[in-house]
Antibody, heavy 120, light 107 residues
Framework: EVQLLESGGDLIQPGGSLRLSCAAS????????MAWGRQAPGKGLEWVST????????NYADSVKGRFTISRDNSKNTLFLQMNSLRADDTGVYYC?????????????WGQGTLVTVSS | EIVLTQSPGTLSLSPGDRATLSCRAS???????LAWYQHRPAQAPRLLIY???NRATGVPDRFSGSGSGADFTLTLSRLEPEDFAVYYC?????????FGGGTKVEI
């Protein structure tokens, strides 16, 4: 059974930094591209970032480019999202998701999410 | 950026009813690179349909997807109580990946 467990969400002041983690199990992590998405309060789903299976290729939404960095540790089946210069509009639930073995692809499986609140 | 417009915003229906949800793209999606997701409150989003019309693993056959080009439809043939949720379409044809604004199916 595919399991994705996000952690690291917290209340953080504007301008601060946070690192989210996503522990993956139940599938061959090293074969899958991965993604982060988010949902702001009362809003819809939004794509944030993707990374290839090797981690060598990454893409970002314009809203986070230059502030967020996606990475992965394939030896530990873990995906990360380093979030810097956080703003109030970064508030929301952050989800990790599988992005297929040959992207572009749909997000096959999602985690339950971790809440990030950016507020003073 | 490919913009996805979903309609209606809200569907008020009863168990056993048929639901028809629409998703229109601002440009044609080659290879029908469109997916549908179900999102219940406080749960992980769930992939229902990929490639416009292919059901994901474990998805009941009361869910069906159709369409091509820029116009797509998700149909729920007979609503079950657990189907009341928000449904999103997503295009994965071109970066940035984009989602529609969602359709809420409520009782």
């Amino acid at each position: 059974e595919v399991q994705l467990l996000e952690s690291g969400g917290d209340l953080i002041q504007p301008g601060g930094s946070l690192r989210l983690s996503c522990a993956a199990s139940g599938f061959t992590f090293t074969s899958y591209a991965m993604a982060w998405g988010r949902q702001a309060p009362g809003k819809g789903l939004e794509w944030v970032s993707t990374t290839s299976a090797s981690g060598l290729t990454t893409n970002y939404a314009d809203s986070v480019k230059g502030r967020f960095t996606i990475s992965r540790d394939n030896s530990k089946n873990t995906l990360f999202l380093q979030m810097n210069s956080l703003r109030a509009d970064d508030t929301g639930v952050y989800y990790c998701a599988t992005y297929g073995t040959r992207p572009p692809a749909p997000f096959d499986y999602w985690g339950q999410g971790t809440l990030v609140t950016v507020s003073s | 950026e490919i913009v996805l417009t979903q309609s209606p915003g809200t569907l008020s229906l009863s168990p056993g009813d048929r639901a028809t949800l629409s998703c229109r793209a601002s440009q044609s999606l080659a290879r029908s690179s469109l997916a549908w997701y179900q999102h219940r409150p406080a749960q992980a989003p769930r992939l229902l349909i990929y490639g416009a019309s292919n059901r994901a693993t474990g998805v009941p056959d009361r869910f069906s997807g159709s369409g091509s080009g820029a116009d797509f439809t998700l149909t729920l043939s007979r609503l079950e109580p657990e189907d009341f949720a928000v449904y999103y379409c997503q295009q994965y044809y071109r970066s940035p990946l984009t989602f529609g604004g969602g359709t809420k199916v409520e009782i």
